[in-house]
């Protein structure tokens, strides 16, 4: 009968410890992702959305500004998975590099813009729980990891941009 209170009580100090964690959650970073994302809707909406749509348009004609600016923009305004409709301002045969790059960001983007992407801020928090406890800045892991993040996702995009046209002209010589 030793077995059916041991079950008893550690199978409500599971729950326990789930309710605490929640609680420090709930006093540490559910507050800073609440005002991060006020913030950057109110930035939006005082900027105004016609706005950003031009800076979007105008980003698409370039190929370093497609696969950074617009990326991080559509990651930060829409978060994820919905930065991924900015393809829209695109042709065709450029959208699959502005999505490789946007979903190669929505991970880099967790360390400053956590709302952006929640379901990676657990992976992210683990990984710098790992760097606080070592010594190291929590702070420079999170602004070496976004700036890593945009020359990954800049080479990304230019990469599967030039592997889509090559298949693409490789698939309309076929067709002839």
Same mark, same amino acid.
């Given at each position: 009968?030793?077995?059916?209170?041991?079950?008893?009580? *550690? /199978? &409500?100090?599971?729950?326990?410890?789930?309710?605490?964690?929640?609680?420090?959650?709930?006093?540490?970073?559910?507050?800073?992702?609440?005002?991060?994302?006020?913030?950057?809707?109110?930035?939006?909406?005082?900027?105004?959305?016609?706005?950003?749509?031009?800076?979007?348009?105008?980003?698409?004609?370039?190929?370093?500004?497609?696969?950074?600016?617009?990326?991080?923009?559509?990651?930060?305004?829409?978060?994820?998975?919905?930065?991924?409709?900015?393809?829209?301002?695109?042709?065709?045969?450029?959208?699959?590099?502005?999505?490789?790059?946007a979903v190669s960001f929505? *991970?880099?983007?967790?360390?400053?813009?956590?709302?952006?992407?929640?379901?990676?801020? /657990?992976?992210?928090?683990?990984?710098?729980?790992?760097?606080?406890?070592?010594?190291?800045?929590?702070?420079?892991l999170a602004v070496r990891?976004?700036?890593?993040?945009?020359?990954?996702?800049?080479?990304?995009?230019?990469?599967?941009?030039? &592997?889509?046209?090559?298949?693409?002209?490789?698939?309309?010589?076929?067709?002839?």
């Amino acid at each position: 009968m030793e077995w059916i209170q041991w079950l008893g009580e *550690h /199978f &409500i100090g599971m729950f326990n410890e789930g309710g605490k964690t929640f609680m420090g959650l709930f006093k540490g970073i559910v507050p800073t992702l609440v005002v991060l994302l006020t913030f950057t809707y109110a930035v939006m909406k005082f900027i105004g959305e016609e706005r950003v749509e031009k800076a979007i348009q105008f980003a698409a004609k370039y190929t370093l500004l497609r696969y950074t600016l617009m990326p991080i923009l559509s990651v930060l305004l829409l978060t994820n998975p919905m930065a991924y409709t900015f393809g829209r301002f695109l042709p065709e045969k450029q959208k699959p590099a502005f999505y490789d790059s946007a979903v190669s960001f929505v *991970h880099p983007v967790t360390s400053l813009f956590p709302y952006a992407n929640a379901g990676e801020l /657990f992976v992210y928090l683990g990984i710098a729980n790992g760097i606080k406890q070592a010594g190291y800045s929590m702070s420079e892991l999170a602004v070496r990891y976004f700036l890593v993040g945009i020359v990954i996702i800049l080479i990304r995009g230019i990469v599967t941009e030039l &592997i889509t046209n090559y298949l693409a002209k490789k698939a309309e010589a076929g067709s002839r």
